[in-house]
């Protein structure tokens, strides 16, 4: 009797939950905002692509791999031309993505509305990245549809071309746009005469163009200006400092 009294004890006390409670979980809601948080702050110092940059961007906007600028400063910029301005982002170390024309040749069309050079941009011409868009099929995979892309030339200007008119992968010798140096500000030109050599190409086509601004010149000026339109070149590739512009989009 006593043993059944005894089970009946024990069942009662099984179904009645007598087994320690165990301690709750974290609620996964809890956790999932603190990830969003954490997201947040560091995303903030980021500026996103379609945001307006009132001073000159500092870092890429978006996405890092891609690393355009904000939309509003890129619609300004190509409104208009900023030889200063394209050294200073083309500057060694500057953060912003270059491209290369992979065609033969092409002639210049900004898409984003403003001027564009006369010079046509010609295979392996280095460029800098300022926005890409890709093509909009709907979702389904179209034969021969394109993005296009956005670009600064070393001249200051902007073009739009089609993904499959450049790539990234940098060639031995790239090239460029011409510099029309005559038209540089002066602390661009004194920043620029840091470096020896183009300083001395710099008197030498003084010298040889005699203040020619237009029309026919001799050979010593145009061989002098294409000297020191490489040197332009070298020296902001190799780390001359170009200081801001006093002229911003």
């Given at each position: 009797m006593?043993?059944?009294?005894?089970?009946?004890?024990?069942?009662?006390?099984?179904?009645?939950?007598?087994?320690?409670?165990?301690?709750?979980?974290?609620?996964?809601?809890?956790?999932?905002?603190?990830?969003?948080?954490?997201?947040?702050?560091?995303?903030?110092?980021?500026?996103?692509?379609?945001?307006?940059v009132?001073?000159?961007?500092?870092?890429c906007?978006?996405?890092?791999?891609?690393c355009v600028?904000p939309?509003?400063?890129?619609?300004?910029?190509?409104?208009?031309?900023?030889?200063?301005?394209a050294?200073?982002?083309?500057?060694?170390?500057?953060?912003?993505?270059?491209?290369?024309?992979?065609?033969k040749?092409?002639?210049?069309?900004?898409?984003?509305?403003?001027?564009?050079?006369?010079?046509?941009?010609?295979?392996?011409?280095?460029?800098?990245?300022?926005?890409q868009m890709?093509?909009?099929?709907?979702?389904?995979?179209?034969?021969?549809?394109?993005?296009?892309?956005?670009?600064l030339?070393?001249?200051?200007?902007?073009?739009?071309?089609?993904t499959?008119?450049?790539?990234?992968?940098?060639p031995?010798?790239?090239?460029?746009?011409?510099?029309?140096?005559?038209?540089?500000?002066?602390?661009?030109q004194?920043?620029?005469?840091?470096h020896?050599?183009?300083?001395?190409?710099?008197?030498?086509?003084?010298?040889?163009?005699?203040?020619?601004?237009?029309?026919?010149?001799?050979?010593?000026?145009?061989?002098?200006?294409?000297?020191?339109?490489?040197?332009?070149v070298?020296?902001?590739?190799?780390?001359?400092?170009?200081?801001?512009?006093?002229?911003?989009p």
């Amino acid at each position: 009797m006593r043993h059944s009294m005894a089970a009946l004890i024990l069942l009662a006390a099984v179904g009645c939950g007598g087994s320690a409670p165990q301690a709750e979980e974290p609620k996964p809601e809890a956790a999932a905002s603190t990830d969003a948080a954490e997201s947040k702050t560091e995303t903030a110092a980021a500026p996103k692509a379609e945001e307006d940059v009132k001073g000159l961007p500092e870092a890429c906007a978006g996405d890092a791999a891609a690393c355009v600028m904000p939309k509003g400063f890129v619609k300004r910029l190509c409104n208009g031309v900023y030889p200063e301005l394209a050294l200073y982002f083309f500057q060694k170390g500057s953060p912003w993505r270059r491209a290369y024309v992979a065609v033969k040749e092409i002639a210049p069309f900004n898409g984003l509305g403003g001027p564009s050079a006369e010079e046509k941009l010609t295979f392996d011409e280095e460029l800098l990245v300022l926005g890409q868009m890709k093509a909009d099929t709907g979702g389904m995979q179209v034969s021969g549809a394109t993005g296009s892309v956005d670009v600064l030339r070393w001249d200051g200007t902007c073009a739009t071309l089609s993904t499959e008119e450049v790539r990234f992968q940098a060639p031995p010798k790239p090239k460029h746009a011409i510099i029309p140096w005559r038209i540089l500000e002066d602390a661009t030109q004194e920043a620029l005469k840091q470096h020896e050599k183009l300083a001395a190409t710099a008197i030498e086509r003084k010298k040889e163009c005699k203040g020619a601004t237009m029309g026919a010149v001799s050979a010593k000026c145009e061989k002098a200006d294409k000297a020191l339109n490489d040197l332009v070149v070298e020296a902001v590739r190799t780390g001359t400092t170009v200081p801001k512009p006093s002229k911003l989009p």
